[in-house]
């Protein structure tokens, strides 16, 4: 037996090597085949066991295909934007047609074009698969079933407009321009103005125009005219719209509060003083006296509400459109303009009710002035100086004086009420008050920290083409000249155009515009930016994929839209997969199921766009192995035709 069992095992190398050959040979048949896996013939031994030691029965090899699909091939940059290559583990997912649920293969040939209905798909005709990304830029739940997948069809989109959701404009405003009275009347010309073009969801472009006039510092709390109630007035602020001296009024802005009580010898200045120099009320704002006699308390914060309220247990409640201030005295003999000779002293002068004239007499000249209730102590001391303003000279002091002075000294000064009494002071009460005039303050994401008098400018954004409003208020600047305003958790000072009708069909529409760039210099206006994210209508140019497997659509206005996203299948044992036509894999017992991953995630490697991956053959490896093989199978032979020799000497034996 053991002589053809020679035989047998001779027959047995040839075979084996014969296999080793084939995959030699078809190695160097794909070695330009595009993501191509190798083949080595791994040989084993077939023995056979006898129970006589001393008896030898020859054996025969097996050649066994190992496939090298976990072998990384070279990567080789290519022309075409739809090619993709893998670096690193994992596989891409195709399938044979572009619809319906069937087997999924897997492959690295990344060599992908576009086909006429517009999916991708290779030289094998294999359609790519991927995520769908949804206009949100959200992939679908359950990504890890393969059913989540969808053969990838670029031209899901032939054509892509972008609204103009945000916008950035930076500006130098001339600090030297001469502002305007606030609040700005809508037939003032701006000083400055410029149009920015943004696009609604249709693609069509809209004319923004952003206009720029200073105004003087707005008001934000005061009291305007003159009360015809009646009441007791000897000395300032001795009545307060039912509040008597000893009693009290509460001050409120926001949340800060505290009270002040009312002296015999109370005047204006006393009560700005309060405001201003109470530790909690002067965080929160400022108190000041107008040229009008009105006193004014200021918010820091346009959002706090300025309330005064009649505390006392014994005054009358009331409201802040109700309670007003005794704002003057009539006559003060230390503030006067010029020099005094026989300062006249007054008495009471009673109780002053809508309708009393109080009439200033000076040497043969006088004015009478009719109490109405409206009219204000700027009212009272204009018409003074219009009337006699050669004899005598009035005005309104910062703590709330009224100073008249007779321009000669020989002559006296006196005031009369329609009783004919004089007095000493005269007190007007002020209540009515008039609605807060504060500006919509930009920018919306923080008011101005601490608005203060070093410039304001209202800026309008105005739709050009119908003169429509769609946002209106007033910025302010600090010293430095940058813009007075918090900015928002992403370090912006933003304005909100929200709910915009164009009026043609689009869609509302919400642009938020950044104006942290604005400053304010003397000099030229000069924009130094001006910038928006919409598009109008793009046809599409090309498609491209990114590290992430990202598939992309370009447009010719230059936008992209991201329409997939590429998994990568990964499994324990890649080289348990079973080889298919076309290059591809499907899963086995021996490789174990897939898992889809991300691209860079879960130890699935990275795409690289415009490239394909080589096959990992090695031209010089397989001529060195088909050598040896060629000559394997040369002994082979040998083998087989000694073994017939010692046969054919057996068989001449007689």
């Known amino acids: ?44 031994s077939l023995v056979t066991s006898e129970s006589r030691n001393a008896r030898y029965t020859p054996g025969s090899v097996l050649a066994r295909a190992v496939q090298k699909i976990d072998s990384q091939g070279a990567l080789q940059q290519t022309n075409s934007t739809t090619d993709v290559a893998i670096s690193g ?40 698969m991927g995520w769908r990304i949804d206009e949100n830029g959200n992939l679908p739940a359950g990504r890890d079933d393969i059913s989540s997948l969808e053969s990838v069809n670029v031209s899901l989109l032939g054509g892509l407009t972008k609204a103009t959701s945000s916008a950035e404009f930076s500006l130098n405003l001339d600090a030297s321009e001469t502002p305007t009275a606030y609040p700005v009347a809508s037939s003032t010309a701006p000083d400055f103005k410029r149009t920015l073009r943004v696009f609604d969801s249709l693609g069509e472009g ?15 709390y005061s009291v305007s005219s003159i009360s015809g109630a009646g009441a007791e007035r000897s000395d300032l602020l001795t009545s307060f719209a039912g509040v008597d001296a000893g009693e009290s009024v509460n001050i409120a802005v926001g949340t800060a509060n505290n009270t002040f009580t009312v002296t015999s010898t109370s005047t204006v200045q006393d009560l700005i003083d309060f405001v201003n120099n109470d530790p909690d009320l002067q965080l929160v704002a400022s108190a000041e006296l107008t040229t009008d006699g009105q006193i004014k308390i200021n918010a820091r914060n346009f959002e706090d509400t300025v309330a005064v309220t009649d505390v006392s247990t014994t005054g009358a409640a009331g ?62 001391i204009t018409g003074l100086n219009a009337a006699i303003g050669t004899s005598a000279r009035a005005q309104l002091t910062s703590s709330g004086e009224i100073q008249i002075q007779s321009l000669d000294s020989a002559n006296a000064v006196t005031v009369t009420s329609g009783t004919g009494t004089a007095a000493t ?66 370090g912006l000072s933003e304005i909100s155009l929200t709910d915009i009708n164009w009026g043609n069909g689009s869609a509302l529409q919400t642009i938020s515009m950044d104006i942290g760039g604005l400053t304010q210099f003397s000099g030229e206006y000069n924009v130094t930016s001006a910038t928006q994210n919409g598009a109008e209508l793009g046809l599409r140019t090309g498609v491209e994929v990114d590290r992430d497997g990202i598939v992309t659509a370009r447009f010719s206005n230059g936008q992209t839209s991201a329409l997939f996203k590429l998994p990568l299948a990964t499994f324990t044992a890649v080289n348990g997969l079973s080889e298919q036509s076309g290059n591809a ?36 490896d397989e001529f060195t192995k088909m050598i040896v093989t060629q000559r394997s199978y040369s002994a082979g032979t040998k083998v087989i035709q000694t073994a017939d020799q010692m046969t054919e000497e057996l068989l001449r034996l007689r």
């Open 1 to 44: 037996m053991s002589l053809f069992g020679s035989l047998i095992t001779g027959v047995s190398a040839l075979s084996a090597q014969a296999q080793s050959i084939s995959m030699i040979a078809n190695n160097i048949a794909n070695v330009n085949t595009v993501g191509y896996k190798r083949r080595e013939a791994a040989f084993q």
């Open 89 to 128: 583990n994992g596989f891409f997912v195709v399938q044979r047609s572009p619809e319906g649920l069937q087997e999924k293969l897997f492959t690295r040939a990344g060599s992908f074009s576009e086909d006429s209905n517009g999916y991708l798909r290779n030289t094998a005709g294999f359609y790519l």
């Open 206 to 220: 809209q004319n923004l125009e952003l206009q720029f006039t200073k105004h003087t510092s707005p008001t934000a």
């Open 319 to 380: 409201t802040a459109a109700t309670l007003g201030f005794s704002t003057m005295s009539a006559y003060n003999h230390s503030t006067l303009l010029g020099p005094l000779t026989n300062a006249t002293t007054f008495a009471s002068l009673g109780t002053i009710t809508t309708g009393d004239d109080l009439t200033v007499a000076v040497g043969t000249d006088s004015y009478t002035f009719t109490v109405t209730g409206t009219n204000t102590i700027g009212d009272f």
């Open 425 to 490: 002071q005269l007190g007007f009460t002020q209540v009515a008050e008039t609605t807060p005039t504060q500006p919509d303050i930009f920018p919306a994401a923080g008011l101005a920290n601490t608005p203060n008098a070093y410039g304001w400018w209202e800026l309008s954004l105005v739709d050009l083409d119908t003169g429509t409003v769609l946002k209106q208020g007033s910025l302010n600047f600090n010293s430095d000249g940058t813009l007075n305003g918090a900015k928002d958790v992403n």
């Open 585 to 620: 894999f499907i899963q086995s017992a021996e490789s174990g199921s897939y898992n889809l991953r991300e691209a860079g995630n879960g130890g699935a490697g990275l795409v690289e766009g415009s490239a394909v991956e080589t096959s990992n053959v090695d031209i010089a």
